[in-house]
Nanobody, 115 residues
Framework: QVQLVESGGGLVQPGGSLTVSCAASGRIFSPNTMGWYRQDPGKQREVVATITSGGMTNYVDSVKGRFTISRDNRKNTVYLQMNNLKPEDTAVYYC?????????WGQGTQVTVSS
């Protein structure tokens, strides 16, 4: 079992920056992939960015050039640095840990972009 604890969400003005982090604990196996997904009420959860334990990253087109995902394997922690935030980035952001076909999810952290 893997536990994920997220932190760092909040309210930010358009154009602002925010970093969310997620610490994993428990039975951590490698190689694995950690990532961030987001979901608005009434919409499907979508992938925002992922990073493998080897450092390969992927981003959804809408955040490329604005968001950066990184991880510290010693701390089993993944970070999402979000710059130039837009109102459409408002959502609950969920941390994901995937090993083989097994997925674990964090409880979610709210990110609100509004003036």
């Amino acid at each position: 079992q893997v536990q994920l604890v997220e932190s760092g969400g909040g309210l930010v003005q358009p154009g602002g920056s925010l970093t969310v982090s997620c610490a994993a604990s428990g039975r951590i196996f490698s190689p694995n992939t950690m990532g961030w997904y987001r979901q608005d009420p009434g919409k499907q959860r979508e992938v925002v960015a992922t990073i493998t334990s080897g450092g390969m990253t992927n981003y959804v087109d809408s955040v490329k050039g604005r968001f950066t995902i990184s991880r510290d394997n010693r701390k089993n922690t993944v970070y999402l640095q979000m710059n130039n935030l837009k109102p459409e980035d408002t959502a609950v952001y969920y941390c994901n840990f995937r090993w083989l076909t097994v997925n674990y999810w964090g409880q979610g952290t709210q990110v609100t972009v509004s003036s």
